[in-house]
T-cell receptor, first 112, second 116 residues
Framework: SQTIHQWPATLVQPVGSPLSLECTVE??????LYWYRQAAGRGLQLLFY??????ISSEVPQNLSASRPQDRQFILSSKKLLLSDSGFYLC???????????FGSGTRLTVV | AQSVTQLGSHVSVSEGALVLLRCNYS??????LFWYVQYPNQGLQLLLK??????LVKGINGFEAEFKKSETSFHLTKPSAHMSDAAEYFC??????????????FGSGTRLSIRP
C-alpha cells in the first residue's frame, strides 16, 4: 500500500535561518506531489506542485522554493526564513489516475 | 476558474443532532468534489468524493454528501453527531479530467463543535 512520510513534525527556527522539509512517498511511482501551507485560522494555500522529477510549478511568489530530486521525494526549502513563514506545512500526493489527495501528517513550523 | 465557498466558519451542534456543513462550488466544467476532515495538528483525511457517478456519495464515519448541479452545492451531512466528529472540515474542488496536475482548490474550512 502507498504511504506518505513527512518530517519533522515540529520545527522552531530563528528568523534568517535556512529551512528544509522533506516528504517521501512509498508504494507508488511517478506521483503528482504538492506542498500546501496552512496559516493559523486560515485555509490551505497551494505553494508548489510537481508532476515529475525536476518539474516544479510555483503557485505564489514567496520566500520558499521546492525541489524534486527523486521520483518519490519532494523538498521544501528556504534560504532565509521570515516570521510570515510560520504555519502548518502539508505534503500530499495523488496518482496519475486517482482522484483526491493523500496528505502527510504535516510539519508545524514556528519562526521566532 | 474553479472555487469553493464554505458557508459558516464555525458550526456547533448537540451530540445526536443532525450535522449540516454547507459548500457551494463554482466551475465552468463538471468538477470533482471532495470533503476532507482535519483533526488538530494532523494532516487532512479524505471523507468522501464525487467523481460524476452517483450524486449521493457516502463516506467514512457515517458522513454523506449530495451533488446538486442546479444549486452548485455539495453539502455534507451526518444524521447523528458524535463527540468524535469535532474537527475542521474542508470542501474542495478539482478539474482533474482537464488538468494533468490535478490541482485541488480548498474552501476556507468549517470548524465543527459538538455540545454534550
Amino acid at each position: 500500500s502507498q504511504t506518505i512520510h513527512q518530517w519533522p513534525a515540529t520545527l522552531v527556527q530563528p528568523v534568517g535561518s535556512p529551512l528544509s522539509l522533506e516528504c517521501t512517498v512509498e508504494g507508488t511511482s511517478n506521483p503528482n506531489l504538492y506542498w500546501y501551507r496552512q496559516a493559523a485560522g486560515r485555509g490551505l494555500q497551494l505553494l508548489f506542485y510537481s508532476v515529475g522529477i525536476g518539474q516544479i510549478s510555483s503557485e505564489v511568489p514567496q520566500n520558499l522554493s521546492a525541489s524534486r530530486p527523486q521520483d518519490r521525494q519532494f523538498i521544501l526549502s528556504s534560504k532565509k526564513l521570515l516570521l510570515s513563514d510560520s504555519g502548518f506545512y502539508l505534503c500530499a500526493w495523488t496518482g496519475q489516475h486517482n482522484y483526491g489527495y493523500t496528505f502527510g501528517s504535516g510539519t508545524r513550523l514556528t519562526v521566532v | 476558474a474553479q472555487s469553493v465557498t464554505q458557508l459558516g466558519s464555525h458550526v456547533s451542534v448537540s451530540e445526536g443532532a443532525l450535522v449540516l456543513l454547507r459548500c457551494n462550488y463554482s466551475s465552468s466544467v463538471p468538477p470533482y468534489l471532495f470533503w476532507y476532515v482535519q483533526y488538530p495538528n494532523q494532516g487532512l483525511q479524505l471523507l468522501l468524493k464525487y467523481t460524476s457517478a452517483a450524486t449521493l456519495v457516502k463516506g467514512i464515519n457515517g458522513f454523506e454528501a449530495e451533488f446538486k448541479k442546479s444549486e452548485t452545492s455539495f453539502h455534507l451531512t451526518k444524521p447523528s453527531a458524535h463527540m468524535s466528529d469535532a474537527a475542521e472540515y474542508f470542501c474542495a474542488v478539482t478539474l482533474y479530467k482537464y488538468s494533468s496536475a490535478s490541482k485541488i482548490i480548498f474552501g476556507s474550512g468549517t470548524r465543527l463543535s459538538i455540545r454534550p
